[in-house]
């Protein structure tokens, strides 16, 4: 089994943030894929399904970013998983809008979603950095990350989601390389 989390914030006031593209991901997958109902569990909203020949429960925090950590631990423990069976799926200042990238452990840049599941579970874990690009200066940061995605970006936005959600299958398989390449592919169509 694998658990794929996706980072954001819980009330719908925080919805269309780009702090909450991770969310954003997870719902896409569920309904491309065809995912159970969600249940509340694991401090958070939980659905199951199947990738291709994969289980995956999906995991979307109810904790609020800083304290991400906590569901996805409860959801490891739960499930006596360690962290190779962890993908998460969040936003990335220092990627371009709308690029995908995937990596194994790394740095934190700040991002307390991040923080809080280091915290709890150690750096290495799987990410899906979904980019929202950097505004400039540091002090254009906040309001930045915890801004709605402009009408403008809406197309981008859908394209990408839907790109993630239907190359989710090489994720499944463990083929980062590919994922990344066919949801560029789809995004350049």
Same mark, same amino acid.
């Given at each position: ?5 996706? /980072?954001?914030? +819980? ?10 593209? =991770? @969310? ?6 569920? %309904?491309?894929?065809? @995912? ?5 569990? &694991? ?25 991400? =950590?906590?569901?996805?631990? %409860?959801?490891?423990? @739960?499930?006596? /998983?360690?962290?190779?069976? /962890?993908?998460? #799926?969040?936003?990335?200042?220092? $990627?371009?809008? &709308? ?22 579970? =150690? +750096?290495? #874990?799987?990410?899906?950095?979904? =980019? ?13 990350? $915890? ?13 990408? $989601?839907?790109?993630?959600? *239907? %190359? ?10 590919? @994922?990344?390449?066919?949801? *560029? /592919?789809?995004?350049?169509?």
């Amino acid at each position: 089994m694998q658990i794929w989390t996706g /980072l954001g914030n +819980p009330r719908p006031q925080y919805a269309m943030h780009r702090h909450n593209v =991770g @969310f954003m991901a997870i719902d896409v997958i569920a %309904e491309m894929h065809g @995912f159970g109902p969600v249940q509340k569990k &694991f401090s958070g909203w939980v659905q199951e399904g199947r990738i291709g020949s994969h289980k995956v429960l999906l995991l979307k925090p109810a904790t609020y970013m800083n304290e991400s =950590g906590r569901a996805v631990g %409860e959801a490891l423990r @739960f499930y006596k /998983l360690g962290t190779e069976a /962890l993908t998460v #799926f969040h936003d990335e200042l220092d $990627l371009a809008p &709308f690029k995908v990238k995937v990596r194994t452990g790394g740095g934190l840049a700040g991002h307390n979603g991040l923080r809080s599941i280091d915290q709890h579970l =150690g +750096p290495d #874990f799987r990410r899906v950095r979904i =980019g929202i690009g950097h505004p400039g200066h540091k002090d254009r940061v906040t309001g930045h990350v $915890l801004g709605n995605y402009a009408k403008a970006e809406m197309d981008d936005l859908a394209d990408m $989601l839907a790109a993630i959600g *239907a %190359e989710a299958g090489w994720l499944a398989d463990g083929n980062d390389a590919r @994922f990344m390449s066919d949801v *560029a /592919l789809r995004q350049q169509g």
